[in-house]
């Protein structure tokens, strides 16, 4: 089974770690001898009790996460946290400041608007079609919170520092890239994934809290849309993505026990990525189409000469079982999403392909 299948470089959902797959397999039948599917299992039941409490353990620990933050699990995908985080956090008067980094960022600026809130736009790289990360940040000091996507998948560029604010808390959408480094974890008031790049399957968003950061947010909102009830409820207010967060505790524990933590993780993102970019940047066909000092680890954009190239480049890929690697539908080009589970084999199988590929079109 495991010769089928291909080097998946999708940009999400995106490849799982393998062992993961095959944990899951082994136990879907028979879940720790309930004799139920982790599927079937009750939410209230001690079986599930297990299964996500040892998934917010393992968060926390991976991230050196102290007693003062929640780890949650909430439906809807990162694209409810843009329309979220103003109606929690966003009062009469008050005003936030965004960092636009590309689609996502904009997309969460917008939904400020649709809400008749105030967002302060204090960085943008639009004027590059998002081709870089901003540099010189400066925070407004009365701002209700500071906003970014720290890592632009799309775009392919990403945050390797994170801006000074004062104490003013960063909310980051990190759904493309959280778990793959360690982080300073101080600085942020709230971090958020959707699991479908690098934590698990679609449908579950990952939502990473400050506590007291959350006693500032708003009373009276529909009980699904409010974070006090997913951290007062233990994330199951009501039924929550069970399959997801089993999923999601079981990557965890791949990056704790199999990849040795976030700075091994690391460590190894650079390792594939660097192949992948010294390749391109020593050759004349390919091209990057971030700026070096803001390349992505996770999603690596370029293009090749022409449009008709990369499509044949795409289709070709494809047949040659490296898949995934069109670019966005929004930019064209290419893209290499290589999280977490991307192996240091799917790369050299990618650099091999692109190498004879050149050959073949320049010669
Ligand atoms: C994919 C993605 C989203 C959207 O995620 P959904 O779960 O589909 O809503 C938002 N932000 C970033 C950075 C993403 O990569």
Same mark, same amino acid.
């Given at each position: 089974m495991t010769d089928q299948r291909i080097y998946n470089f999708n940009a999400g959902p995106a490849a799982l770690p393998l062992p993961v797959l095959e944990e899951i397999q082994g136990e879907f039948l028979n879940f720790k001898n309930s004799g139920m599917s982790v599927t079937e299992i009750s939410h209230r039941s001690s079986y599930f009790d297990a299964v996500i409490d040892e998934a917010i353990v393992r968060a926390k620990r991976l991230l050196n996460l102290g007693d003062d933050y929640h780890v949650l699990f909430i439906q809807g995908g990162a694209s409810m946290q843009f329309g979220m985080i103003p109606m929690n956090f966003m009062g009469d008067g008050e005003s936030a400041d965004f960092i636009n980094t590309g689609t996502w960022s904009t997309k969460a600026i917008k939904e400020m608007g649709i809400q008749g809130k105030t967002a302060n736009v204090i960085a943008s790289s639009e004027d590059k079609n998002f081709s870089y990360i901003p540099k010189e940040i400066r925070v407004n000091t009365d701002a209700r919170f500071v906003h970014l996507t720290s890592n632009n998948t799309i775009k392919g560029t990403q945050f390797y520092e994170f801006p000074d604010t004062n104490g003013v808390p960063i909310i980051a959408?990190?759904?493309?890239?959280? $778990?793959?480094k360690p982080l300073p974890?101080?600085? $942020?008031?709230m971090i958020y994934a959707?699991?479908?790049?690098? %934590?698990?399957?679609?449908?579950c968003c990952m939502v990473i809290l400050r506590k007291d950061f959350l006693e500032t947010a708003n009373e009276g909102l529909p009980s699904m849309l409010s974070y006090k009830t997913y951290a007062n409820k233990n994330s199951? @207010?009501?039924?929550?993505?069970c399959f997801g967060i089993y999923t999601i505790g079981l990557v965890l524990k791949w990056i704790e026990e199999e990849m040795g933590g976030l700075e091994k993780m690391e460590a190894y993102n650079i390792q594939k990525a660097d192949i992948l970019y010294d390749f391109i940047d020593g050759s004349e066909f390919y091209k990057t189409t971030a700026e070096k000092y803001s390349r992505s680890l996770m999603n690596v954009t370029f293009r090749l000469p022409d449009e008709e190239l990369e499509k044949e480049f795409v289709l070709r890929a494809t047949e040659h /079982? %490296? /898949?995934? %690697?069109?670019?966005h539908r929004s930019v064209g080009g290419c893209r290499a999403?290589? @999280?977490? +589970? +991307?192996t240091m084999e799917s790369m050299y199988a990618l650099v091999e392909f692109m190498e004879s590929f050149e050959k073949e079109k320049t010669s």
């Amino acid at each position: 089974m495991t010769d089928q299948r291909i080097y998946n470089f999708n940009a999400g959902p995106a490849a799982l770690p393998l062992p993961v797959l095959e944990e899951i397999q082994g136990e879907f039948l028979n879940f720790k001898n309930s004799g139920m599917s982790v599927t079937e299992i009750s939410h209230r039941s001690s079986y599930f009790d297990a299964v996500i409490d040892e998934a917010i353990v393992r968060a926390k620990r991976l991230l050196n996460l102290g007693d003062d933050y929640h780890v949650l699990f909430i439906q809807g995908g990162a694209s409810m946290q843009f329309g979220m985080i103003p109606m929690n956090f966003m009062g009469d008067g008050e005003s936030a400041d965004f960092i636009n980094t590309g689609t996502w960022s904009t997309k969460a600026i917008k939904e400020m608007g649709i809400q008749g809130k105030t967002a302060n736009v204090i960085a943008s790289s639009e004027d590059k079609n998002f081709s870089y990360i901003p540099k010189e940040i400066r925070v407004n000091t009365d701002a209700r919170f500071v906003h970014l996507t720290s890592n632009n998948t799309i775009k392919g560029t990403q945050f390797y520092e994170f801006p000074d604010t004062n104490g003013v808390p960063i909310i980051a959408d990190m759904s493309s890239d959280i $778990f793959s480094k360690p982080l300073p974890v101080e600085k $942020f008031g709230m971090i958020y994934a959707g699991a479908q790049k690098n %934590l698990g399957p679609s449908g579950c968003c990952m939502v990473i809290l400050r506590k007291d950061f959350l006693e500032t947010a708003n009373e009276g909102l529909p009980s699904m849309l409010s974070y006090k009830t997913y951290a007062n409820k233990n994330s199951m @207010y009501n039924t929550p993505p069970c399959f997801g967060i089993y999923t999601i505790g079981l990557v965890l524990k791949w990056i704790e026990e199999e990849m040795g933590g976030l700075e091994k993780m690391e460590a190894y993102n650079i390792q594939k990525a660097d192949i992948l970019y010294d390749f391109i940047d020593g050759s004349e066909f390919y091209k990057t189409t971030a700026e070096k000092y803001s390349r992505s680890l996770m999603n690596v954009t370029f293009r090749l000469p022409d449009e008709e190239l990369e499509k044949e480049f795409v289709l070709r890929a494809t047949e040659h /079982g %490296l /898949g995934g %690697l069109k670019g966005h539908r929004s930019v064209g080009g290419c893209r290499a999403s290589i @999280y977490n +589970a +991307a192996t240091m084999e799917s790369m050299y199988a990618l650099v091999e392909f692109m190498e004879s590929f050149e050959k073949e079109k320049t010669s």
